[in-house]
């Protein structure tokens, strides 16, 4: 292939970033790919809780169709999912088994799957959950793209026949996360849906420390929160926040803090979108522990990793020009490797290892 890729990705959402990271992954990889000069065609199923809570309803970087049922989209898109240099689908994208099922019979150029979520598909897979993915459909992709690197690759192609895995870690847009200059309002803070066992980690490492520092003030953001949460009263709640405020919410706190769900921790190597969003906004990040963390961001320079709640006690009582520094280099660090920019540029090299896919400049390499 030479010139520009035409891609086309069947996504869970693009439109809507409500109780889903996924949104604004995609809207940084598509971004990226598109002022590369690439096409994309994003296809999305139009479902009622996306649909009333739609951030991003016309994104003018890509082609978007929203679809009622597989049969029409794949009668409507046959000639460019034919022609396209790439076909891509995406986790927890609704009827994914028989999507793939249905793209695999039509012998595409390449068929790949992007996984957001490895570490809970392969725990999903391994209970035969098989909603989005079955573990037969596994070895049909040209490449498995995966939210997770490290071991979890080498896992993917042993264990589960995956032909070729890469890591494609989530991005951010840096055009849209920085630092806002705005006034500090909150000690720390956390954006996150609902999930149990993040809650665990959230209240040992967020509702434990607001209780011990009674004059200091916490923000949770994020929907899907049960009503019988003891909230501490210095805890504000916020319950859901459009992509556009990301910037400001990340800028107003003297710290944020990253909790990573079981599944994610026990795989290591899953930087989560928010992660990276954060970091981009300059804003000191505390963070739970798990393995590749420090490979990301060096500990004590870059991030702080929190054990147990003292830990985050003790990190909001450093000095604010301490935490600033650490923050900046943080953002430093995803501005050169974790941006949307640079993560459509290592799709493209997978996609087309000789580079005749880059019009403009030679594709660079992703982190793995």
Do not use: K
Not at 143 to 163: K, M, P, Q, T
């Amino acid at each position: 292939m030479t010139g520009p890729l035409d891609i086309v990705v069947f996504g869970l959402s693009l439109t809507s970033s409500w109780g889903n990271g996924h949104a604004t992954t995609y809207r940084a990889l598509i971004r990226g790919l598109s002022e590369q000069g690439h096409r994309v065609l994003f296809l999305e199923r139009d479902v009622p809780w996306y649909a009333r809570q739609r951030d991003l309803p016309e994104p003018g970087f890509c082609e978007l169709d929203l679809y009622e049922d597989l049969g029409s989209v794949l009668g409507r898109h046959e000639g460019r999912l034919r022609r396209a240099d790439a076909v891509v689908v995406g986790s927890y994208v609704p009827e994914g088994t028989d999507l793939i099922d249905r793209l695999a019979a039509m012998v595409l150029r390449q068929l790949c799957f992007y996984d957001i979520d490895t570490p809970v598909t392969l725990s999903r897979l391994a209970r035969g959950e098989e909603e989005y993915l079955a573990r037969r459909q596994v070895p049909l992709f040209d490449i498995y793209f995966s939210f997770s690197g490290g071991g979890v690759l080498d896992r993917l192609e042993r264990d589960w026949g995956a032909r070729r895995a890469e890591a494609l870690y989530c991005s951010v847009d840096t055009q849209r996360y920085r630092p806002t200059g705005e006034g500090v309002v909150w000690d720390m803070g956390y954006i996150g849906t609902y999930s149990p066992d993040r809650q665990v980690r959230l209240h040992e490492l967020l509702i434990e420390p607001a209780r011990a520092l009674p004059g200091m003030l916490f923000v949770v953001a994020g929907p899907q929160y049960p009503d019988d949460i003891d909230w501490p009263a210095n805890v504000e709640r916020i319950e859901h926040l459009t992509p556009e405020e990301h910037a400001s919410f990340y800028s107003r706190q003297r710290f944020t803090l990253n909790v990573t769900r079981d599944d994610m921790i026990a795989a290591g190597w899953s930087p989560s979108v928010r992660l990276f969003e954060a970091a981009a906004c300059a804003t000191p990040v505390i963070s739970d522990a798990w393995p590749g963390l420090d490979e990301l961001f060096p500990e004590d320079d870059a991030i702080l990793i929190a054990r147990r709640g003292d830990d985050v006690v003790s990190a909001l009582c450093r000095s604010d020009a301490a935490a600033r520094a650490m923050g900046e280099r943080a953002r430093r660090i995803v501005a050169a490797g974790h941006s949307g920019d640079a993560r459509a540029r290592a799709l493209a090299r997978a996609l087309c290892p000789d580079g005749s896919c880059a019009p403009n400049e030679t594709c660079l390499q992703g982190t793995t």
